[in-house]
């Protein structure tokens, strides 16, 4: 009589379906038959596979915060020279990589001594690389057009409105001045900074 592979598959599938973990050592084990069979232990199997989870949850936040700091900078306000638009203790989100513009606010990275470490400060631009900045009783010329700067306000531009200058900004630089044009120190004292000190165009903070 032929019997199929699969009945007989199946038949001690149903028989060891039922049985003790004892009785299938049995089974398994017929030269044994009358003598004490011997159990060994049983091996837990742990399922790490949570632990795959957390890596990759990591390794996302890891590449987020990379990129985060690879487009962005963020810089907390420390001192006067910028108010009102902004003030001392407010932070201020910069992109980096990004166009200068003329009356942008940006964070330029600046070095008080020759070979000493660098400070972040925030300034807004004034002049792009080949313009003429005038200033005349405190009004604002560049390359010969007059601005009309709202975002200082009256009390803190008294001896800024009493100076006449004017300056041509280098190649590859960008002239910065203080909102608080009485009290900011700024390319008027330490004169233009040059295009690679700018680490970032404010788009997060304050006022425009």
Do not use: C
Not at 104 to 129: F, N, T
Not at 131 to 137: F, G, S
Not at 151 to 180: A, C, H
Not at 182 to 202: E, M, P
């Amino acid at each position: 009589m032929i019997v199929s592979y699969r009945k007989v598959v199946d038949d001690l599938k149903n028989n060891n379906s039922n049985m003790s973990r004892e009785e299938k050592l049995k089974s398994s084990l017929p030269h044994l038959d009358g003598q004490e069979v011997p159990m060994f232990p049983q091996i837990e199997v742990k399922d790490d596979s949570y632990k795959w989870v957390w890596y990759i949850v990591t390794a996302v936040v890891l590449m987020l915060f990379a990129a985060f700091n690879y487009l962005f900078v963020v810089v907390k306000v420390d001192g006067r020279s910028m108010e009102s638009t902004l003030t001392s203790g407010q932070f201020v989100l910069a992109k980096r990589h990004e166009e200068i513009k003329r009356f942008d606010i940006v964070v330029l990275s600046e070095r008080e001594e020759e070979g000493g470490d660098e400070k972040a400060v925030i300034k807004r631009v004034i002049g792009l690389p080949g313009d003429t900045i005038t200033v005349i009783d405190g009004n604002l010329y560049v390359n010969e057009y007059k601005y009309n700067e709202t975002y200082i306000q009256k009390k803190n531009r008294v001896k800024f409105d009493n100076v006449d200058w004017t300056l041509k900004v280098p190649d590859e630089s960008v002239f910065v001045m203080g909102d608080n044009r009485d009290i900011s120190k700024d390319s008027r004292l330490v004169g233009s900074f040059r295009l690679d000190a700018v680490k970032g165009v404010k788009v997060l903070g304050g006022k425009d």
